[in-house]
């Protein structure tokens, strides 16, 4: 038999009846993760002076999470595929609480940056299950509205970090200054730990593959040897060797790039299809995501620039971001009406994210000193609208341009993207930033270096998006899991393995 969407005939036989029960458990995980990668920015002044750490180990404590992430995620998805994604599922998640507990424990900088680290990796293999089960557990009609709720986590988790952060120092429970806001995922995870052992179903990769160790490794030395440089050239002073690293990155993933094609020409499971760089959307997205996302290093320009620059606490800068959020509702509301217009809309939310941040530039060198909420609110309203109709429709977008057969390879790479962008734009954002305070700049003068950093980065975004394919995009072109039947599960709690004689093959993620 095979299994239709709710639209086409009614017959959900295989679907969890408490599917969206279980999707909402598991973007719990997705959700602290994402106020995870933001949260910290609101408490950069409270731990310098609490750890006594450097700017440098700041970068590190923020960075490293983000670093780990994007490096681990692919492996994470792998995994899921090989072993169960429910099962990579809640290990993550259990990972993930005991790194949140260390961290608030940390007593020195290493300890904090090396929790921070584990943290992201225990992320990274708990988040990429999350995209693999919403398509094996939903039909085509209920996917979109899925996808939309998933992809809206994203924003809210990232703009709710700052905020979240705020309130809890403000509040100094227990006397704990920042630490918890890394205490208050343990509860939060123990809960998702549990309900999600109860609700999600067990599935896995239609063929269980060997993992490709060597070229995870390789790609894990491309990245850190472009992103150590950036985070470490300045409290170094810049040595003649820090360039030499940067410069050894390209080769590295150029090298990377070749030897998952011979990994592919000899039948093995290639961490990246190598294919996937044959098609221009594909291309064009992982740069446009990278660039984009890199700006998202604005909040610790910002949230360190309000409190050391204008006296803000900590409760009034993450209020001062908030008004960020009106801006991400609008667009979430616009942006999928403009999907149909394919690249032009990722190109239109580039510029707008551009002038977003323009006017917040504008409001902090004219303001300097008497700096308000108000005065950021036309910027940071217009650069989450931008955000929105970006974050919105990116990875729609390239997936209606590109091979079925490569849309699961793309999505893996583009949220991998999204997460070395991010990483990269801390690296480069703050070393300018940093450089110019430490430099004795006025803290103004620094934070619009900061800044118009992130906008020179938003412009390459916006001319890239250029590469992207042109026309337009509409539902059908989009990619989904329903050409795939369900996987094999059950609604019990402990779900059989796979084999067994109502078995049906589950999607790859």
């Not at 993550?92 to 992201?120: D, Y």
């Not at 225990?122 to 939309?148: G, N």
């Not at 057969?405 to 999204?418: E, F, L, P, R, V």
């Not at 997460?419 to 803290?443: C, D, H, K, R, S």
């Amino acid at each position: 038999m095979t299994v239709g969407s709710e639209a086409d005939d009614g017959d959900l036989d295989g679907y969890s009846p408490r599917r969206w029960a279980a999707l909402l458990v598991t973007l719990v995980a997705v959700l602290i993760d994402m106020v995870d990668s933001t949260v910290l920015n609101v408490a950069l002044p409270s731990v310098q002076a609490d750890l006594d750490a450097t700017s440098t180990e700041l970068e590190w404590a923020v960075a490293g999470y983000t670093l780990a992430f994007a490096a681990a995620m692919i492996t994470g998805a792998r995994l899921g595929d090989r072993f169960g994604r429910r099962r990579l599922f809640l290990t993550g998640l259990a990972g993930f609480v005991v790194t949140s507990t260390l961290a608030g424990l940390s007593v020195n900088p290493e300890m904090l940056i090396a929790s921070r680290v584990f943290q992201g990796a225990a992320a990274a293999m708990m988040v990429p299950q999350v995209l693999a089960m919403l398509q094996v557990d939903f039909p085509r009609a209920e996917q979109p509205k899925a996808m939309s709720v998933y992809g809206m986590t994203f924003a809210v988790g990232g703009i709710g970090g700052p905020v979240l952060g705020g309130v809890l120092l403000e509040a100094d429970l227990f006397g704990l200054d920042w630490r918890p806001i890394f205490f208050i995922n343990v509860p939060l995870g123990i809960a998702a730990f549990v309900a999600a052992a109860f609700l999600t179903r067990e599935s896995r990769g239609a063929q269980r593959e060997s993992f490709d160790v060597p070229g995870s490794l390789i790609a894990t030395l491309g990245l850190l040897l472009l992103l150590f440089p950036l985070v470490q050239g300045r409290e170094l002073d810049w040595p003649w060797w820090v360039f030499v690293l940067m410069a050894a990155s390209p080769p590295v993933l150029w090298l990377f790039v070749r030897y998952e094609g011979r990994v592919k020409r000899r039948g093995g499971s290639p961490v990246i299809d190598p294919e996937l760089f044959r098609h221009r959307g594909a291309v064009g997205g992982l740069l446009v995501a990278v660039l984009f996302f890199s700006g998202m290093a604005y909040q610790l320009v910002l949230t360190v620039h309000l409190q050391q620059g204008e006296g803000y606490s900590p409760l009034r800068t993450a209020v001062a971001l908030a008004t960020f959020t009106v801006g991400v509702g609008i667009g979430s509301a616009v942006a999928p009406k403009l999907m149909v217009l394919g690249r032009l809309v990722v190109l239109l939310g580039c510029t707008v994210i551009t002038v977003g941040m323009a006017l917040t530039a504008a409001a902090v060198d004219r303001y300097a000193g008497s700096l308000e909420w108000w005065h950021l609110a036309p910027g940071m309203v217009v650069a989450g609208l931008g955000l929105a109709m970006v974050a919105g429709t990116l990875m729609t977008i390239v997936l209606a341009k590109i091979p079925k057969s490569a849309s699961g390879a793309a999505s893996s790479m583009i949220n991998t993207s999204i997460q070395v962008g991010v990483a990269t734009g801390i690296a480069i954002v703050a070393t300018v930033y940093f450089a110019m305070l430490e430099g004795g700049e006025p803290p103004t003068d620094a934070a619009i270096g900061g800044l118009l950093t992130v906008i020179g980065l938003y412009v390459l975004a916006a001319l890239v998006a250029l590469v992207l394919p042109g026309g337009r995009v509409s539902a059908d072109d989009v990619p989904d899991a329903d050409s795939h039947p369900p996987a094999a599960a059950t609604d019990q709690p402990f779900a059989p393995e796979h084999g067994s004689a109502d078995a049906r093959t589950p999607v790859t993620s």
